[in-house]
């Protein structure tokens, strides 16, 4: 099966810690994008990569880092400097980068940080 | 500024038709798109339409583009409760950059 996958589900941290999210595609898409919504909100672009060992900062990157060491593979790490980390994080990969490509969504991760 | 709004929630009966409504602010916006985005999920792309295109109909889905009044909606005919789910319109600015805009969604209940 193709697709977008996160893990876990379900992420529960204590303030302090840093927490690294995983984000896989099999799609063989160039760009990974990882987004935060918080109720209520639409979605927010906190880092997007177009091409493997390149990323972009998005709207919220600050508190936030990510690495594309494989085209597969766009990890998202909160650190304990991201002042307000609980939120549900979405992933997303789209096949080129620009044009008019859609975006292909995972099912998402929830962080809870206490 | 880029800004996308929606109005936030919308109760209709089973059967009827819904309208979900979108304004956005910058003209120079290439795709719209409508993802569908159910509880505790990522989000589902249902349509898109092009910034050149007034109209755009997929079975019971209906997208209408007004790009005078920056105006984007989306119609769903004939309504099911499986339809309840949160909607966000979305817009891509330009082709050099792979940077979406949501809106804040609009949470569709389907009621019996």
Redesign the interface.
Same mark, same amino acid.
């Given at each position: 099966d193709g697709g977008i996958t996160q893990s876990p589900k379900y992420l529960f941290r204590k303030e302090g810690q840093n927490v690294t999210l995983s984000c896989e595609q099999n799609l063989n898409h160039d760009a990974m994008y990882w987004y935060r919504q918080d109720p209520g909100q639409g979605l927010r672009l906190i880092y997007y990569s177009q091409i493997v060992n390149d990323f972009q900062k998005g709207d919220i990157a600050e508190g936030y880092s990510v690495s594309r060491e494989k085209k597969e593979s766009f990890p998202l790490t909160v650190t304990s400097a991201q002042k307000n980390p609980t939120a549900f994080y979405l992933c997303a990969s789209s096949p080129i980068a620009g044009a008019g490509y859609e975006q292909y969504f995972g099912p998402g991760t929830r962080l809870t940080v206490t | 500024g880029e800004d996308?709004e929606q109005s936030?929630f919308l109760s209709v009966r089973e059967g009827d038709s819904s309208v979900i409504n979108c304004t956005y602010t910058d003209s120079s916006s290439?795709?719209l798109?409508w993802?569908k985005q159910e509880p505790?999920?990522? #989000?589902?792309?249902l349509t898109?339409i092009?910034s050149n295109m007034d109209m755009k109909q997929d079975q019971r889905l209906t997208v209408l583009l007004n790009k005078k009044d920056k105006h984007l909606s989306l119609r769903i005919a004939d309504t099911q409760t499986g339809d309840s789910a949160i909607y966000?319109c979305?817009e891509?600015v330009t082709?050099?950059?792979?940077? #979406?805009i949501?809106?804040?969604?609009t949470r569709l209940q389907v009621f019996p």
């Open positions: - | 996308v936030l290439t795709y798109y993802y505790g999920a990522g #989000l589902q792309l898109y092009f966000f979305a891509k082709y050099n950059t792979d940077k #979406l949501f809106g804040t969604g």
